[in-house]
């Protein structure tokens, strides 16, 4: 009987992930914490983050799998629901759902004395672990939620984005919304149609993306040869001006950064709502008080709800740190193109990335590699090796030429050309006779 590789998670990444291996004529089993397919898509799946007016934020034609486009009318900012139609049809399509145990948690994962790994599991068979030739994590990065400690006692309701599903919650109540990110700022616009009042807690200031210019999503501008960072950024600045003016007279910090340099917000509705005082700008928060907030420029605020639009962390629970070479929160691991761990040769992380525009075939490239890699361990140990050596020396730079801010949020960031260059480099190397067989039913190895 064939051993099988294991791949943790079936959202994008997991799914590009079986996907991979199936092309490569990999033996394969999938666990999944939810009921099926669509990671944090399915809106009701356990660790699901999104909320009901969640959209991409990125349009269609920059993110779906190369190989499965979405299909004809799906709008160019699709819902979580048409997303999670979209995965659904990509894993029925490519065969993939058998592969899988849904309503199973990975508890852990050791390495094996033989070679490959252990994955212990919980579902509904109870407890079961099985020895598997190599490990894929793709369990998502957008699960756990950072959670600041904030000095003082807060009265009212206080709660993370990670738990925030509908507007509704908030009818009625005086709302302060601390982070302006991206889903910050979606809760801010759903808030100012059912909320009393709402205000928007920031620390720092923000690049405010349209997704529309001209007409057509921003992200399908300029998606020939990439322009040189600071031209890029020179050029996308003036457009920005002229599209959404200055944030700065809505009462937000100017950012310390240029853009590019940290996530940008892609959201101008909450602009629009700024700029006809539905939402008030507030400072950091300096503690909670009682039945209110006090601010660090000394000012107040009552609230019924403070909702921490703070982020979210890394999260490998089933894994010992030093396998991913990892020093824990505020870092990231590192990995080799933030995927190949020198720690063990049979470990494998997907979806470890984020960059502006990367999309889900950015995280497809890297299970392609993966696959590619376990081919040539198979067919071309040379070729094999030759990455494992290259994986064990210096990190390559994969900024782009782009200044990142320091952030824990920021440290696995990338330039999506410069990043998807490096990954495809990889798998030309590895590329030789294709595989002997175009797939592997998924699961035949149970």
């Not at 051993?3 to 992930?17: C, D, E, N, R």
């Not at 210019?213 to 322009?227: E, F, H, I, K, S």
């Not at 030093?322 to 997907?350: E, K, M, Q, S």
Request: net charge neutral; aromatic share 8%.
């Amino acid at each position: 009987m064939e051993q099988t590789y294991a791949v943790i998670g079936a959202g994008p990444s997991g799914l590009a992930a079986a996907r991979n291996l199936q092309r490569q004529g990999l033996a394969w089993e999938g666990y999944e914490l939810g009921p099926g397919v669509g990671g944090l898509w399915d809106i009701d799946a356990p660790r699901s983050t999104v909320y009901e007016s969640a959209h991409l934020i990125s349009s269609k034609h920059t993110t779906e799998f190369r190989e499965f486009p979405m299909r004809a009318g799906t709008p160019d900012y699709p819902s979580h629901r048409e997303l999670l139609a979209y995965f659904r049809d990509f894993a029925a399509h490519f065969d993939l759902v058998p592969g899988f145990r849904f309503h199973t948690e990975v508890t852990a994962v050791v390495p094996h004395p033989g070679g490959g790994m252990l994955v212990t599991s919980t579902g509904p068979g109870g407890e079961r672990t099985v020895h598997h030739a190599g490990i894929l994590v793709a369990n998502g990065t957008l699960s756990e939620p950072h959670v600041p400690a904030l000095p003082g006692r807060f009265d009212g309701e206080l709660i993370h984005t990670s738990v925030y599903k509908r507007a509704q919650v908030l009818a009625g109540k005086r709302v302060l919304i601390v982070g302006a990110g991206n889903s910050g700022c979606d809760i801010a616009v759903d808030a100012v149609h059912h909320a009393a009042s709402v205000d928007l807690s920031v620390r720092r200031g923000y690049h405010f993306v349209p997704k529309y210019v001209l007409g057509r999503p921003a992200d399908t501008l300029n998606q020939g040869r990439p322009l040189p960072p600071r031209v890029k950024q020179a050029i996308d600045s003036r457009l920005l001006k002229l599209f959404t003016g200055d944030p700065v007279r809505f009462g937000l910090p100017k950012p310390d950064h240029k853009i590019y340099e940290s996530h940008p917000v892609v959201n101008s509705l909450v602009l629009h709502h700024l700029g006809h005082g539905d939402i008030t700008v507030r400072p950091d928060v300096e503690r909670l008080d009682g039945d209110g907030v006090r601010f660090r420029d000394g000012s107040r605020g009552a609230y019924d709800v403070v909702v921490l639009a703070t982020g979210y962390r890394l999260h490998y629970p089933f894994l010992d740190p030093a396998l991913l070479r990892w020093a824990g929160p505020g870092t990231a691991p590192d990995l080799y193109l933030n995927i190949f761990t020198p720690a063990h040769r049979d470990l494998f992380v997907l979806g470890m990335i984020e960059a502006s525009g990367i999309g889900w075939q950015g995280r497809y490239e890297q299970a392609e590699l993966v696959a590619a890699y376990l081919r040539a361990r198979r067919d071309d140990p040379a070729a094999a090796a030759a990455l494992e050596a290259r994986a064990a020396g210096p990190r390559p730079d994969l900024s782009g030429g782009y200044r990142y801010l320091g952030l824990e949020r920021m440290s696995y960031y990338v330039n999506k050309d410069a990043y998807r260059r490096a990954v495809r480099a990889e798998t030309e190397a590895l590329a030789g006779p294709p595989a002997a067989a175009q797939g592997v039913p998924a699961g035949t190895s149970r």
